[in-house]
C-alpha cells in the first residue's frame, strides 16, 4: 500500500474519518505525528545547507559559522519539537469533545514508545549534523527514520500498513511527496460555518466567528495550491457526505487507497453535527462570516448567495 494521509481544517472530520478507515484488517491508523511539519521544513533546510546553490556559496564565503550555528540550531529545534508533539496528554484534558469515539482505545493512536522516538530522532540527526547525509538523500534518509517509527507502530497493532491523519499537513502538499513519493492523500471538507461552531466551544483555536472563518478559508485555499503545485495523488471528500452516508464514503476512500472494500463499518456515526450552525450564529456572527468567507461556500456549494445570512 501507498503512504495514505488524512489532512483537513482543524475540526473537519479527520478523526471521524481514520476513525473508519482504521477498521480495516489491513491498516493501522495513526493520529496527530504533528511533527512532520518541523521535519519537512528542517529537509529543506538540510537540502540547502548541504547544497552547492549559488545562495549557499555565497554563504560559505561570506558567513558560514553563522549558517553552520543556525542550522544546529534548527537541529535541536526539531529535536525538542519531535519529542514535544509525543508527550501524550492525559485523557479528559478538554481537547477532545464527548462525542468524538475513539475506537482505538485512545484519542491518540500512536503506538511506539517516547524512548523509540527519541533514539530514531538522535539517530537521523546525529547523521543529520555531521554531515554524512548527502543533499539528494536527505528526504529519503528522513522517509527511512520515519518508516521505522511507523513499522513499531503497525506491528503493534498488528496490521502491515498505516494511514496518517494529521490535519496541519493541510499547507505542506507541496513537499509531503518529497518526503514520501507515490503518497495518497484525502482531504476532509467541511461546512466553514460548522468548522466556525466547533471550534469556538473549544478552549484552543479562533476564538471569534471572524477568525475562525478566516482561519477556514486560508487553510483551504493554501492546501488546495499546495496540491495542485505537487505530484501528490490528492482526493476531496465532504464531511457531510461522511455523515449522510459512511458506509459509501468508506468504500469510496478504501478504493482511492487502493484497499480491498469488502469490510462495513460497525460505527454509528451521528448526523448531529451536520449544519449545526443553524441554531448557533447569530445574525451578526452570520454577517461576519460571509464577509469573510462567503465567497468560498459558494464556490464549494454549501451557498448558492448570501441569503442564509
Not at 49 to 59: D, F, K, L, Q
Amino acid at each position: 500500500m501507498k503512504p495514505g494521509f488524512i489532512v483537513g481544517v482543524p475540526r473537519s472530520g479527520t478523526t471521524l474519518l481514520i476513525n473508519l478507515l482504521g477498521q480495516h484488517p489491513l491498516i493501522a491508523p495513526l493520529y496527530e505525528t504533528r511533527f512532520l511539519r518541523n521535519l519537512l521544513v528542517l529537509c529543506r533546510s538540510a537540502s540547502w545547507y548541504y547544497g552547492n546553490t549559488i545562495s549557499r556559496r555565497m554563504a560559505r564565503v561570506a558567513c558560514e559559522p553563522l549558517v553552520r550555528s543556525s542550522f544546529q540550531r534548527s537541529c535541536n529545534s526539531y529535536e525538542r519539537k519531535a519529542v514535544s508533539y509525543n508527550i501524550i496528554p492525559e485523557e479528559g484534558n478538554g481537547i477532545k469533545q464527548s462525542y468524538e469515539s475513539f475506537p482505538f482505545g485512545e484519542s491518540y493512536c500512536i503506538h511506539y514508545r517516547l524512548d523509540e522516538l527519541v533514539k530514531e530522532t538522535q539517530d537521523w540527526l546525529a547523521q543529520l549534523r555531521i554531515g554524512r547525509v548527502q543533499p539528494e538523500d536527505v528526504y529519503s534518509s528522513a522517509r527511512l527514520y520515519i518508516d521505522r517509527l511507523f513499522a513499531i507502530h503497525c506491528a503493534r497493532m498488528n496490521k502491515p500498513n498505516w494511514i496518517n491523519k494529521t490535519p496541519g499537513l493541510l499547507t505542506y502538499l507541496d513537499t509531503l511527496p518529497k518526503l514520501f513519493p507515490h503518497s495518497k492523500c484525502i482531504h476532509i471538507v467541511r461546512d466553514g460555518r460548522d468548522v466556525a461552531v466547533s471550534n469556538l466551544s473549544l478552549a484552543w483555536g479562533p476564538k471569534t466567528v471572524r477568525a475562525a472563518a478566516r482561519r477556514w478559508k486560508r487553510l483551504i485555499m493554501d492546501g488546495r495550491k499546495a496540491a495542485r503545485e505537487s505530484s501528490l495523488d490528492y482526493q476531496e471528500i465532504r464531511y457531510e457526505d461522511v455523515v449522510e452516508d459512511s458506509r459509501l464514503v468508506l468504500r469510496q476512500a478504501l478504493r482511492f487507497f487502493e484497499l480491498e472494500d469488502h469490510i462495513v463499518s460497525t460505527m454509528v456515526v451521528t448526523r448531529g453535527r451536520k449544519e449545526a450552525w443553524r441554531g448557533k450564529l447569530n445574525a451578526e456572527d452570520r454577517r461576519v462570516f460571509a464577509q469573510e468567507a462567503g465567497d468560498l461556500l459558494i464556490e464549494l456549494g454549501y451557498a448558492h448567495d448570501d441569503s442564509w445570512v
